[in-house]
């Protein structure tokens, strides 16, 4: 298990996607990178989120759709 970060570097907060390694995670990633690209949106994938707190406060999203969606209105 593993959480996919997004993080828009000009605020604060990001969204989280509980998620596991894998192809569909790599997929996902590229998607949206090629949605926003790399200028604003940090993508991180992280372990647990409360060893990383520079990304508080998470915003957790349960599905891929909620993610798409969350980073394209970032």
Known sequence: MCYLIAKDINKRGCVALKTKHGSALVALKKELIAQV???????VTISRPS???????????????QMRD???HM
């Open 70 to 72: 969350a980073v394209l």
């Open 37 to 43: 690209g790399l200028d604003r949106i940090q993508l």
């Open 51 to 65: 060893a990383y707190g520079e990304y508080e406060p998470y915003s957790f999203v349960k599905t891929e759709e």
